[in-house]
Structures are given as structure tokens and as C-alpha cells.
């Protein structure tokens, strides 16, 4: 099992859903967590509860990661508090799903805004933090969909393709200062975001997977696991699709 005593992770947009179970599996693992939501905060204080119950030092922020000031200004107050970070876990997002035709400027402007600005926002913030350490590891949640794309979905794949592709242009510039970054880009896991989805949507979807069955939060929260890991010290740049074989 990995080990990751005595680390400290910032996990965004952990209140509820994937993020929840990466903070939960982190913490299990014995890391420190400082972690990001927006709107929810009873959803944040159940989290918090959860997390402090393993006997790790917990905070949870209430932050905008699409806002560059205010996402600044959070990963000041988590290296002031927690001294220093080892793992970033940037796996805010949203969706505004419409087909193209009808697709309006804010809904492009939003899913670029949390998922891709606010991926940057963060990593740009603690970057420095990083390559001053000499260590540090990056974990981007993406999703298939920045692979294969999906109709009803441009500015989601947009902005998660722009994931992947700054991931893999972070660990070309981070390489260096022993510096890993890496994505996850999973499939149809069970959340709020994908209850939300029209029953024909999900449906279809779900037929789509090989190994038939929805992912479930800890399939993503293992392979976060794994990367934050030393045993992981040799992975960099890598996108590894978790999701029961539906992109294959
Ligand atoms: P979710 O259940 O909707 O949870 C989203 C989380 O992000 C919440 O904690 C939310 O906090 C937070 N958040 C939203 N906007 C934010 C902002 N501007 N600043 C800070 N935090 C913000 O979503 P999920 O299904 O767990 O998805 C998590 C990640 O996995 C996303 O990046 C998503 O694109 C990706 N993903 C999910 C699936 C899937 O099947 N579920 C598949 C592929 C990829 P509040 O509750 O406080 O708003």
C-alpha cells in the first residue's frame, strides 16, 4: 500500500463527488488536507468531519479556482499554514452541456473559466513552491472526453483537452526540479455531475462501457493514490484513462 504520512495535499473542489473520495483515499494514506470548494460549504463541513475522523491535519477553502487573485492568495494561506505542500490535485470542474448550435458565450466561457483557467491558476500559483522544494507532484483530472470528444460537450472537451496538453508541457518544464505532473482522465463515474445527466444520456453512456458498469468515486481516488506515490517517481507527462474500457 503507498504511503503519504507527513504530506500535505491541496485538492480542489473536494466538498462532494471525485474530489471527496481523492481527499478521503489521500487522507486513509495519512496525508494532510487542505482542500477547495465554491458554492456548498455544509457539503465542505461534512467533508472536513470525515477527513479530520482519520486523524490528519484538515482545512477546507472557500475558493474560486477560476478567480488568478483569489486562487493566489489560497495557496499563500495553505503553505503559511501547513508549511510545505507535496501534492496538487486539480480536479474542479463544471459542465455546461448544449450542442454547438445552441451553446451560448458563457457557457463556453464558463467551462473554460473552473476547468482549464482554474487548473492553470493553480499550478501556476504553486509552481514556484514546487521548484523551490525540489519536489512536488501534479495530478490534472481531465476526462476522455479532451480525447475523443463528445457531442453536446465542445467547451468541455475543449477545456479538458487544454488539460491534458498543459499537463504534458508542465512536466516537459518541471522535469527538472524533480517535478511530476501527470493526468487522470476517467469515464462515466457516479457523482452529482452525471446524476444530472437526461436518463437517455446516461443510458447510453453506460452501455458504452466494456466492463458495464459506472465508475465509482475511489476507482479515480486509487490511481490519484498511486500517482501521488513514490513508487510513481517515474511517471511524468502520462495520461491514464480510467474508465472500464469506454474510450478504448
Ligand atoms: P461534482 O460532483 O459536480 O463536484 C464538483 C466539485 O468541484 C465540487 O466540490 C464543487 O464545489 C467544486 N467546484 C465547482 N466549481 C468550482 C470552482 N469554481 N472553484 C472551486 N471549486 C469548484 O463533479 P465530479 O463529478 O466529482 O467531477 C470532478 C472532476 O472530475 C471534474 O473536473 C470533472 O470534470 C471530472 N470528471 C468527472 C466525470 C464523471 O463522470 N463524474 C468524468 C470525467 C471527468 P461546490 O460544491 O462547493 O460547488
Redesign the pocket.
Known amino acids: 500500500m503507498f504511503e503519504l504520512t507527513g504530506k500535505t495535499a491541496i485538492v480542489?473542489?473536494?466538498?462532494?463527488?471525485?474530489?471527496?473520495g481523492i481527499a478521503l483515499k489521500l487522507a486513509d494514506l495519512g496525508a494532510n488536507i487542505a482542500f477547495?470548494?465554491?458554492?456548498?460549504g455544509e457539503?465542505?463541513d461534512e467533508t472536513v468531519k470525515e477527513l479530520e475522523a482519520k486523524g490528519v491535519k484538515v482545512k477546507a477553502y472557500d475558493?474560486?479556482?477560476?478567480d488568478f487573485a483569489a486562487s493566489e492568495q489560497v495557496v499563500n494561506d495553505i503553505i503559511e499554514e501547513f508549511g510545505e505542500v507535496h501534492i496538487l490535485v486539480n480536479?474542479?470542474?463544471?459542465?455546461r452541456d448544449k450542442l454547438m448550435l445552441a451553446m451560448e458565450e458563457t457557457d463556453f466561457d464558463a467551462v473554460i473559466a473552473?476547468?482549464l483557467k482554474?487548473t492553470f491558476n493553480m499550478t501556476k500559483h504553486l509552481c514556484q513552491h514546487f521548484k523551490r522544494k525540489r519536489r512536488g507532484r501534479i495530478i490534472n483530472?481531465?476526462?476522455?472526453?479532451g480525447i475523443n470528444g463528445n457531442a453536446g460537450q465542445a467547451n468541455?472537451a475543449a477545456a479538458?483537452a487544454g488539460i491534458i496538453a498543459m499537463t504534458k508541457s508542465v512536466a516537459k518544464e518541471l522535469g527538472s526540479r524533480n517535478v511530476t505532473a501527470n493526468a487522470i482522465?476517467?469515464?462515466?463515474?457516479k457523482?452529482?455531475?452525471?446524476d444530472a445527466m437526461p436518463e437517455k444520456a446516461r443510458e447510453a453512456a453506460l452501455a458504452s462501457i466494456p466492463l458495464k458498469r459506472a465508475?465509482e468515486?475511489e476507482d479515480i481516488a486509487n490511481t490519484v493514490a498511486f500517482l501521488a506515490s513514490d513508487e510513481a517517481s517515474y511517471i511524468t507527462g502520462e495520461v491514464i484513462k480510467v474508465d472500464g474500457g469506454m474510450a478504448i
Do not use: Q
Request: hydrophobic content about 40%.
Open positions: 480542489t473542489g473536494a466538498s462532494r463527488g471525485i474530489g471527496k477547495l470548494h465554491f458554492r456548498d457539503k465542505a475558493c474560486n479556482v477560476a480536479n474542479a470542474g463544471i459542465v473552473v476547468n482554474g483530472i481531465a476526462s476522455i472526453v468541455y479538458k482522465a476517467p469515464g462515466f463515474i457523482t452529482d455531475m452525471t465508475g468515486t
